[in-house]
Nanobody, 129 residues
Framework: QVQLVESGGGLVQAGGSLRLSCAAS????????MGWFRQAPGKEREFVAN????????YYADSVKGRFTISRDNAKNTVYLQMNSLKPEDTAIYYC??????????????????????WGQGTRITVSS
């Protein structure tokens, strides 16, 4: 079992920045690929970013590429999402997720919520215009 706890959400003006953190406890953090997803009111949960187990590869949704950066510190059991140039359409609940599946990087599975085994409770981001 892995427990994930997100923090760092809040209210920010358009153009501002926030950094989300997701602290993991339980089994070895470095054995999990990590992802960030978000869900806006009335919309499906969508992929935001993914980072592989050693942090050497990262992947982003087109909507956040160039503005968001995912990183991880395996010594601290934490994954981060640095969000810059925030837009009102970034308003959502943001979730971190952990995947131990060897299929994570097959056929773009890392973009799919069912690929992930564990989820945090989410942290809310509101971007005002």
């Amino acid at each position: 079992q892995v427990q994930l706890v997100e923090s760092g959400g809040g209210l920010v003006q358009a153009g501002g920045s926030l950094r989300l953190s997701c602290a993991a406890s339980g089994r070895t953090f470095s054995s999990y690929a990590m992802g960030w997803f978000r869900q806006a009111p009335g919309k499906e949960r969508e992929f935001v970013a993914n980072i592989n187990r050693n942090g050497g590869s990262t992947y982003y949704a087109d909507s956040v590429k160039g503005r968001f950066t995912i990183s991880r510190d395996n010594a601290k059991n934490t994954v981060y999402l640095q969000m810059n140039s925030l837009k009102p359409e970034d308003t959502a609940i943001y979730y971190c997720a952990a995947s131990q599946s060897f299929r994570t990087y097959l056929s773009g599975n890392y973009k799919l919520a069912p690929t992930y085994d564990y989820w945090g409770q989410g942290t809310r981001i509101t971007v005002s215009s």
